[in-house]
């Protein structure tokens, strides 16, 4: 229930932030002290069901960034989080080449991930340019929904 919890309060709080602050700021006129609160506001996706970019768009359009400019540069912050991971991961992975999966494999789906990744950004990115955040904060919401649902019927403890 907690999940849910936070799932529908980012959801209402993407909702309220991209109704009440419209603006028109791009990524170039974004000084150091709001680059860092939007990086600071990542950290908030550690608590189960506030996700990262939520809380980045969040602040984002708080600071009053458009909704283009907020998710590209969301995107932006999670490369370092990628590589961080992918470090930390491959290592692991390393140990198991030649196993029941090749390298081959794993290259393969490391470049189709990438690529499928690339352009579901472009697509995204495009998207906001002419659309507003309500998908993404209607979605959370229906989450949050099918969570408690889920939790109150098939719950027999």
């Known amino acids: ?33 709001e680059a860092f609160l939007i990086g600071l506001a990542q950290a908030c996706a550690l608590i189960p069901g506030v996700s990262r970019s939520g809380s980045t768009l969040a602040m984002a359009r708080r600071l009053g960034f458009n909704r283009h400019a907020a998710a590209r540069f969301s995107f932006l912050l999670s490369v370092p989080i990628v590589f ?10 390393v ?21 499928v990744g690339i ?3 472009h697509f995204l990115l495009q998207f906001l340019k002419q659309s507003s ?8 919401l229906m989450v949050a929904a099918g969570i408690v649902m889920m939790s109150l019927f098939f719950n027999r403890s």
């Open 133 to 140: 955040l309500m998908v993404f904060a209607w979605y959370r």
């Open 95 to 115: 140990g198991h080449l030649g196993g029941e999966v090749g390298l081959d494999y794993m290259v393969g789906g490391l470049l189709s991930s990438f690529i």
């Open 1 to 33: 229930m907690l999940v849910a919890f936070f799932l529908a309060s980012v959801g209402f709080l993407i909702f309220w932030m991209d109704w009440q602050y419209p603006s028109t700021r791009t990524i170039e006129e974004m000084t150091g002290l």
């Open 84 to 93: 961080g991971a992918l470090a930390l991961e491959g290592r692991k992975l």
């Open 119 to 121: 352009l579901s950004i």
